[in-house]
């Protein structure tokens, strides 16, 4: 008999538009804010740009709080996740709001997505809800 398939979708979200609808109906998962990292939106040079674009990115990462951040919502989620497998669950939701679902949280979701696509062989689907992007990844441990 075949393993069920862990899929982990990943959000990026705007507070004012709600947190999003896990689809599964198993309740949401996790919920990470990401308003504590100051926000490129508010400066002139990013605000037509998002979370995709390389230089959005540089000033995230440049603020003291983002590495720790990244470090520590991965960590979690890399516990969630290897729980789940052992569990053979089959639906993870993780998800990253900020104030417009612009810039930091569609980064920190990219970030994420990169991060266990490296570390596990799994789906991945991502969803950017203020930006109207969805793709998928199926990873192969490397």
Known sequence: MTKPELTVRIHSFA???GIPEDPTGNGGGHVFDCRIIPNPGV?????ALTGLDASVGAYILEQAQSKAFIQNTCAIVEQSIIRYLERDFTSLMVSYGCTGGQHRSVFFAETLAKHITQKFALKV????REQN??????SIKK
């Open 125 to 128: 689907i991502v969803v950017h």
């Open 15 to 17: 507070y004012k538009n």
């Open 43 to 47: 400066l002139e040079p990013y605000k």
């Open 133 to 138: 992007i969805v793709y998928e990844i199926n």
